[in-house]
């Protein structure tokens, strides 16, 4: 090993092999025969690692991947050297030994490598000196070549996907943002001039507008539950209201234009399920049979019911050609055209793999196409009044007492905070407006407010570190504080749970779920 002397690190040991000895295990990997039978039959970037982190191999992939133009350039450096690590060519005694190097997925993975028996997989960012960051998923191994220990490592450039979820969730909330912005004030408008000369012009609005919103919540699902980040939330709901709410949800519909939306006569249970879900994979066959149904003619929703099961069914008098009926649930196959629709694909996914239910369809001329979702579960005969979604019952002083309510609402979106402003006041005593984190901290005071409502992205300060920073003030360690946002993803819920939030309201803002929301934790904490 070159050098007597300890070399200043931050964090890794910062020794390294000498070039002789490098090249020494250079040869010892090429003899045998490591890089033409295992490093270039990986598809993805590779390289071997001796004891002091030095690179003694790389791929092909790598080698095209950094641009060089042999094996041998890559030698004797270590990783963040390679990819031009910004904090490598900070740190004393390059990749390893900076201050920050302790935070990196690669070196950390690499670590726990040199100790585990087994393969070890991680994340890391590599922020380049040129300013761009790359992201990859790491998996290393120790292994032995005679009496030379070697870490191999594989990488997955993570960097396109990370940044198509970043957009994703940037898309989804600012849309969601405006979208709810657009329903809530067609709502309002609604409430406050029932008899205007516009009432058709409006109702359409309106409709078009919860359209909109339930379009992007469809997508926002079908991403989620592509990327395995799809939290069911289940409650118990009555079918028949279930089946009667689709059916004037999508009676406006432009798909449903002369044609007639039909309930089959059925007996009422109850079902504990995800109602968002169930929702989306019944919409999704009423879309498509409406499209596939003439003016003039129907389509007949119905319920089945077993002992142990429900099954619902969407029929239409359209039939479906053999060729169509062998894709149906394809992912990139459409038969409203290409790159067009993912609707029968996302019935199987959200239906099957979340729900746990079996979607299946029959299509001949003697019925037409009738598709059927069956749930296996308990039911049980509806015998009491119930609702989609539960409701917190309002006692007859609860009015009252939501009336002596003092709310602080946070939310940088103008349009946003102003709708549920207004759906606030006509429910509580004062309502208080900021328009970001920085602004609740400066009015907010012990015995002030009754309960704070913070959006989670906001400018300035964020909703979380505003949730962080409440729980440190004097007084305020039991103050309500329930995130509104436009993120179901579970990782966003548990990080507003750490910041110290106590609930959620999904935007956009449902004026039920605020009410019950500001019972269960405004009235209930106060009276």
Same mark, same amino acid.
């Given at each position: ?27 010892? $990997?090429?003899?045998?025969?490591? $890089? ?63 201050? @920050? ?38 998996? #290393? ?9 070697? *870490? ?15 957009? =994703? ?66 409650? !118990? ?7 009667? @709410? ?26 504990? !399920? ?9 919409? @999704?066959?009423?879309? @498509? ?25 969407? #029929?239409?008098?359209? $039939? ?70 539960? *409701? ?35 429910? *509580? ?30 400018? *300035? ?20 504080? &329930? ?14 749970? =750490? #910041? ?13 779920? &605020? ?13």
């Amino acid at each position: 090993m070159s050098g007597s002397m300890v070399q200043k690190t931050y964090f890794a040991p910062a020794e390294r092999a000498s070039k002789e000895e490098i090249k020494e295990a250079w040869h010892k $990997v090429l003899d045998a025969g490591l $890089v033409s039978s295992v490093l270039d039959a990986m598809p993805q970037p590779a390289m071997i690692l001796n004891s002091q982190r030095q690179i003694i191999a790389v791929n092909r992939h790598m080698v095209k991947e950094l641009g060089f133009s042999s094996h041998e350039e890559a030698l004797g450096n270590r990783p963040g050297e390679l990819f031009g690590c910004y904090e490598a060519k900070e740190a004393p005694n390059g990749c390893g030994t900076g201050k @920050n190097c302790r935070y990196c997925g690669l070196l950390k993975t690499v670590l726990t490598a040199t100790k585990a028996d087994t393969e070890v997989g991680g994340e890391c960012s590599v922020r380049l000196a040129s300013g761009k960051a790359m992201e990859y998923h790491v998996l #290393a191994a120790l292994k032995k070549i005679d009496d030379l220990s070697v *870490v191999f490592i594989g990488l997955r450039d993570l960097s396109a996907e990370k940044r198509r979820k970043i957009l =994703e969730r940037t898309f989804f909330h600012d849309i969601l943002n405006t979208a709810g912005g657009i329903k809530g004030f067609m709502t309002l408008i609604e409430s406050e001039n029932p008899t205007d000369a516009n009432k058709e012009f409006r109702e359409s609005i309106a409709a078009l507008s919860n359209v909109l919103v339930d379009e992007i919540h469809s997508y926002r699902q079908l991403a989620q539950a592509e990327d395995d980040s799809l939290v069911l939330h289940k409650t !118990t709901i009555s079918i028949r209201r279930f089946i009667e @709410n689709l059916r004037i949800l999508y009676k406006g519909h432009q798909v449903a234009k002369g044609k007639t939306i039909r309930i089959a006569v059925f007996d009422d249970r109850r079902l504990h !399920t995800d109602l968002s879900l169930l929702r989306r994979v019944l919409a @999704n066959m009423l879309k @498509n049979g409406l499209e596939a149904t003439p003016e003039g003619e129907s389509v007949v929703l119905d319920v089945c019911n077993g002992a142990d099961f429900v099954e619902f069914s969407v #029929a239409n008098p359209g $039939v479906m050609s053999p060729e169509i009926q062998a894709q149906i649930f394809h992912r990139s196959f459409s038969t409203k055209g290409q790159d067009r629709g993912l609707g029968t694909y996302s019935m199987k996914l959200l239906g099957e793999r979340y729900l746990g239910g079996l979607v299946t369809f029959e299509s001949r001329p003697e019925i037409g196409t009738v598709f059927r979702f069956r749930l296996h579960g308990e039911t049980a005969n509806q015998s009491e009044e119930e609702t989609l979604v539960p *409701v917190v019952e309002e006692k007859q002083d609860e009015q009252e007492k939501l009336s002596r309510i003092r709310v602080l609402l946070a939310d940088d979106d103008r349009f946003s905070r102003t709708v549920n402003a207004i759906m606030l006041k006509d429910m *509580v005593g004062s309502v208080h407006e900021a328009e970001n984190g920085r602004d609740v901290l400066k009015c907010l005071q012990p015995g002030m407010f009754d309960i704070v409502l913070l959006d989670v992205h906001m400018p *300035v300060m964020d909703g979380l570190e505003t949730a962080r920073a409440i729980r440190k003030m004097d007084g305020l360690k039991d103050l309500p504080v &329930l995130a509104i946002t436009a993120g179901t993803l579970e990782e966003d819920r548990i990080a507003c749970l =750490e #910041a110290g939030m106590n609930d959620f309201i999904d935007k956009p803002v449902d004026p039920d779920d &605020l009410r019950r929301s500001l019972i269960q934790w405004a009235i209930d904490k106060t009276f």
